[in-house]
């Protein structure tokens, strides 16, 4: 049972325009997420977090907005770079970490 | 300071055969999870170990198991490979485990013919 989904597995969105990546959970008792960018052949890199007291975390040109009432977080990548190419997770801790399927970004210059 | 170190990056065995993978994790992180990444499937959490100890098991057969070391380093074992079992094989290290971010290596490719 897929306890984060992130439901779009693409996007594509021009350069210096917004990127909005989402993502639900359905355990209430998650408290902390992550959004981790990943390339192909390569582990993935944290980006940025929130933990469950705050509703939006900044981080230069990230944002990630957390909507506990609605179960839903979203990442915004504002402007968007080619080099924001790649497959973007979030997750959301528990007991362990549960992660989503994954949501490709391609930016296009 | 060193990332996590996981070797070999690549490997190809035959159905029936096992394979050990090795995790060498930050210097001073002391919790090292396991996850298997296939296509369209995410990340999906093996085990973690916390000094020396099993804190916490995926849903994963009992062909996959692990072990961590006094140096916190960890192994993972997948006996009687399947061909299913043909996935990246990453590992994360952190201080502590919760609620604090993970550090991933550059994972693992295991081909299973």
């Known amino acids: 049972d897929q306890q984060v989904k992130q439901n779009s597995p693409s996007l594509s969105v021009q350069e210096g325009r917004i990127s909005i990546l989402n993502c639900d959970y359905t355990n209430s008792m998650f408290d902390y997420f992550l959004w981790y960018k990943k390339y192909p052949a390569e582990g993935p890199t944290f980006l940025i977090s929130?933990?469950?007291?705050?509703d939006k975390n900044e981080d230069g040109r990230f944002t990630v907005f957390l909507n506990k009432s609605a179960k839903h977080l979203s990442l915004h990548i504002v402007p968007s770079q080619p080099g924001d190419s790649a497959v973007y997770f979030c997750?959301?801790?528990?007991?362990?970490?549960?992660f989503g399927t994954g949501t490709s970004l391609t930016v296009i210059p | 300071k060193a990332g996590v170190t996981q070797t070999p990056r690549y490997l190809i065995k035959t159905r029936g055969q096992q394979v050990t993978l090795s995790c060498s994790p930050i210097s001073g992180h002391r919790s090292v999870s396991w996850y298997q990444q296939t296509p369209g499937q995410g990340l999906q959490f093996l085990f973690e170990y916390f000094s020396e100890t099993q804190r916490n098991k995926g849903n994963f057969p009992g062909r996959f198991s692990g072990r961590q070391f006094s140096n916190s380093r960890s192994e993972m074992n997948v006996s009687t490979l399947e061909l299913g079992d043909s996935a990246l094989y990453l590992c994360a290290s952190s201080l502590t485990a919760r609620n604090e971010k993970l550090f991933f290596g550059s994972g693992t490719q295991l081909s299973v013919l």
């Open positions: 929130i933990s469950s007291i705050k």
């Open positions: 997750a959301a801790s528990g007991n362990q970490f549960y």
